[in-house]
Nanobody, 114 residues
């Protein structure tokens, strides 16, 4: 019903920037919420940012550094990541909640290292 394709991950130095994208297709006419999660090695998956209606909530660890942008014409959600830190290293996943059901992207690796 809903397919999510992520891209944009890679290797970046501390202090650098990276932009992730999540392209959605299928039956996405009734979206309850959408956002980004991440999972670092040996850690639980955690919320990065989530958008519902006109507001976006960010995890304290990324506030002021990460931002979400929605481009409706492309059915794409972006995560702009600035001032990256080594602790941001993780697999990042996008999620759409459509008609109360959660759909996940395949994940994209972000590595922050010197």
């Amino acid at each position: 019903q809903v397919q999510l394709v992520e891209s944009g991950g890679g290797l970046v130095q501390p202090g650098g920037s990276l932009r992730l994208s999540c392209a959605a297709s299928g039956s996405i006419s009734s979206i309850n919420a959408k956002g980004w999660y991440r999972q670092a090695p040996g850690k639980e998956r955690e919320l990065v940012a989530i958008t519902a209606g006109v507001i976006t909530n960010y995890a304290d660890s990324v506030k002021g550094r990460f931002s979400v942008r929605i481009v409706n014409a492309k059915n794409t959600m972006y995560l702009q990541m600035n001032s990256l830190k080594p602790e941001d290293t993780a697999v990042y996943y996008c999620k759409y909640v459509v008609r109360g059901y959660s759909y996940w992207g395949q994940g994209t690796q972000v590595t922050v290292s010197s």
